[in-house]
């Protein structure tokens, strides 16, 4: 299928919204999409995102001015990324996106080499281009008569907010099981076990999981030997991590007014619990972390960030009938100054899923440990 339209009228946005319906319907879809990268509402730039992983790499940026004619200069290492991830597509996916076909690829750069790769695939393919390159495309391609489909103005809204609210509660059945959850929440186990290798923590020490739930984080850092505190503002809740983790000490409490003394944890954690609280309350909330931690030690905050609003915007057109929003997700930029402007150092956001964050950072060397009373 060969998706066209202008520039700017939603390419990229649709394949990204197709591929993920095409995911809630269990295939698996590799390939590329290139979201632009925005400025003052203009383009500058774009980057290329591999869609079976969700990572991205920049692709091609506007040139310093008097430097180059060209409207774009592309990078090397995007460009190897972006082949990499359809070679590794064409062996592995049911659906292939190449976003987008271009006067580069049809003069034998840019994506070419994966658009080979997937070209000789058996995968369903999901080609974007110009209108004016269609034709070149299907015959280059040699897909001559693969249906067309050309954007309008804007792609079509995909939901009615009613019925988004309807699919998301129904989708919140799912929260006992969080492998299998959907919507912002997707990949949630693999963020969890990648997002555990960023904190290190050895036996005999220490550590608090703030809004630990049923304790799905803590179990993924805890080596044998640590003592694992957590702190929940759901009775349920702590009672469930109770039954699942006897030996856990468990405190009714939250971000703002941590039930435990100062110093007294080797590695605080947190799992989607932070984007609950307002962006007025992001510093003190970081206060209270760096207030509970050993001098030296590590914070992991595990959530749903985004790096840009454009970012969170697509993510909404993607999720369709499964954003919440009820929910405000955070911005990376917004999460990471009030760190800092807390007394946090080396604070840094780590991509761990597709829509999930791990923002790590330090209390530097002031105050001595004590232990929580038991």
């Known amino acids: 299928m060969v998706l066209t339209g202008g520039i700017g009228v939603g390419k990229t946005l649709a394949v990204l919204a197709l591929a993920g319906n095409l ?8 390939g590329v999409a290139s979201p632009r990268v925005l400025a003052g509402g203009e383009t500058v730039g774009y980057r290329v995102r591999d869609l079976a992983t969700g990572e991205e790499r920049p692709l091609c940026s506007r040139p310093a001015p008097g430097l180059s004619s060209c409207r774009f200069t592309f990078s090397p290492e995007g460009l190897t990324f972006a082949n990499a991830a359809l070679v590794r597509a064409a062996r592995e996916a049911e659906v292939i996106v190449v976003d987008e076909v271009g006067p580069l690829e049809l003069s034998g750069g840019g994506f070419t080499p994966g658009l080979r790769a997937a070209l000789g ?40 907010l009613a ?13 006992a099981r969080p492998t299998g959850s959907t919507g912002p929440l997707t990949g949630y186990a693999d963020s969890l076990a990648r997002a555990a290798t960023l904190v290190t923590i050895a036996p005999g020490e220490r550590i608090l999981d703030i809004g630990i739930g049923t304790g799905a984080f803590a179990c993924q850092v805890a080596v044998p030997g ?26 009714e409490g939250h971000f ?9 944890f080797h590695a605080v954690l947190s799992s989607f619990a932070f984007h609950h609280l307002a962006p007025t309350e992001y510093e003190p909330a970081f206060a209270e972390i760096t207030r509970v931690l050993e001098p030296g030690r590590r914070f992991a905050l595990l959530d749903i960030l985004f790096t840009t609003e454009q970012a969170r915007e697509e993510a909404r057109v993607i999720l369709g009938d499964l ?52």
Not at 136 to 142: H, I, K, L, T
Not at 163 to 175: R, S, W
């Open 23 to 30: 995911r809630r319907q269990h295939l698996r879809v590799g």
């Open 121 to 160: 695939s058996p995968a369903f393919l999901i080609l974007t281009t110009r209108p004016a390159l269609v034709d070149e495309v299907r015959a280059r391609a040699g897909r001559a008569g693969v249906p067309t489909i050309e954007l309008g103005e804007r792609p079509p809204a995909l939901r009615t």
């Open 163 to 175: 019925e988004t609210q309807h699919l998301f509660d129904a989708a919140a059945e799912h929260c």
């Open 226 to 251: 640590v003592e694992v505190w957590g702190v929940d503002p759901s009775p349920t809740m702590l009672t469930r991590c109770q039954k699942e983790h006897p030996d856990y000490h468990l405190r």
């Open 256 to 264: 703002l007014a941590l039930p435990v003394p100062d110093g007294a």
């Open 323 to 374: 954003w919440d929003d009820e929910e405000t997700y955070p911005l990376t930029a917004e999460v990471v100054p009030a760190a800092e402007s807390a007394g946090a150092v080396d604070v840094a956001p780590h991509r761990v899923g597709w829509l999930h964050w791990a923002i790590i950072g330090t209390r530097p060397h002031s105050r001595a440990r004590r232990s929580p009373a038991a």
